[in-house]
C-alpha cells in the first residue's frame, strides 16, 4: 500500500536506551549491588499505570521501593531514572531530516511524564522534524493495545493502513499490524533506510 505517514517508536529507534544505567545510579545511591536491582527490576503494573498517566512519579517510586528493596528518596529515584536514555542512534538525524521533506513524520511512546518532560528537552532538535508527538501518558493508551494504534490514527486523520510503523519491540510492531498498519521491527537504522527505500517505488494510489 503506498505511504501517507511515518510513525516512529522513540527509545530503541531514534535513542539509545539502557535500564542498566538506572539500576547502577539506584544501586550506587542505596549502596547495594546493581545486579540484584536488575534481578528485581520488573515492568510491572505500577510501570504500565505510570506510563498511562494514572500514577505519578511519587506513587511509582514508592511501589520501586517495596520491589527493589531499597530507600532512596523521590529525588534520587528521578535523578537515576533519566540515564536510562543514551545517545541518539548514528544516522537517524539524517534519516529523519530527509524522510520529512517527502512524508509528515509521527511520534509514538509509550512513556511517563518525567521521562517525557526530559526527552523532549534533551532531544528537541533531534524531534524538530515530528510534526506531533503522542505519548501513552497523556493518551491515556498505550502499545501494542489496538485502540492505542487507533487513537493516533484518527488524530493524523490517516487510515492505519496508509501509516508505516517504526518500532524496536515486536509485540508493539505486531499491534500494529493487527489494526492494519504497515509496520517494520527495527533493528538497526538500516531496516528503516530499507523500509522507506521500498516505499519510494509504490506508486501512488
Known amino acids: 500500500m503506498p505511504v501517507d505517514a511515518l510513525l516512529f517508536d522513540f527509545g530503541g529507534v531514534l535513542v539509545e536506551i539502557d535500564f542498566g544505567q538506572v539500576m547502577a545510579n539506584w544501586a550506587a545511591r542505596a549502596q547495594v549491588e546493581a545486579a540484584a ?15 498511562l498517566g494514572r500514577i505519578d512519579a511519587g506513587e511509582y517510586f514508592e511501589s520501586l521501593r517495596a520491589a527493589l528493596g531499597i530507600d532512596l ?12 536514555f543514551l545517545r541518539e542512534i548514528p544516522g537517524i538525524r539524517a534519516l529523519l531530516q530527509a524522510a520529512a521533506r517527502e ?7 509509550n512513556t511517563n511524564v518525567s521521562h517525557h518532560r526530559f526527552w523532549a528537552s534533551q532531544y528537541a ?3 524538530a ?11 491515556g493508551k498505550r502499545k501494542p493495545a489496538p485502540e492505542a494504534f487507533h ?8 487510515p492505519p493502513e496508509r501509516i508505516l510503523f517504526f518500532d524496536d519491540t515486536l509485540d508493539n510492531v505486531n499491534g500494529a ?6 509496520a517494520v521491527h ?20
Open 37 to 51: 536491582l536488575q534481578a528485581r527490576f520488573r515492568m510491572d503494573d505500577f510501570y504500565v499505570q505510570h506510563e
Open 73 to 84: 528518596s523521590d529525588a534520587d529515584f528521578a535523578a537515576g531514572w533519566d540515564t536510562v
Open 103 to 109: 512524508w509528515p513524520l509521527y511520534l509514538f511512546s
Open 125 to 127: 532538535d533531534l524531534l
Open 129 to 139: 522534524p515530528f510534526e506531533r508527538i503522542f505519548v501513552s501518558n497523556e493518551l
Open 151 to 158: 487513537a493516533v490514527a484518527q488524530a493524523i486523520d490517516v
Open 177 to 182: 499490524l493487527a489494526v492494519g498498519m504497515q
Open 186 to 205: 527495527v533493528k538497526s537504522v538500516a531496516d528503516i533506510e530499507r523500509a522507506i527505500a521500498w516505499i519510494r517505488d509504490i506508486p501512488a494510489a
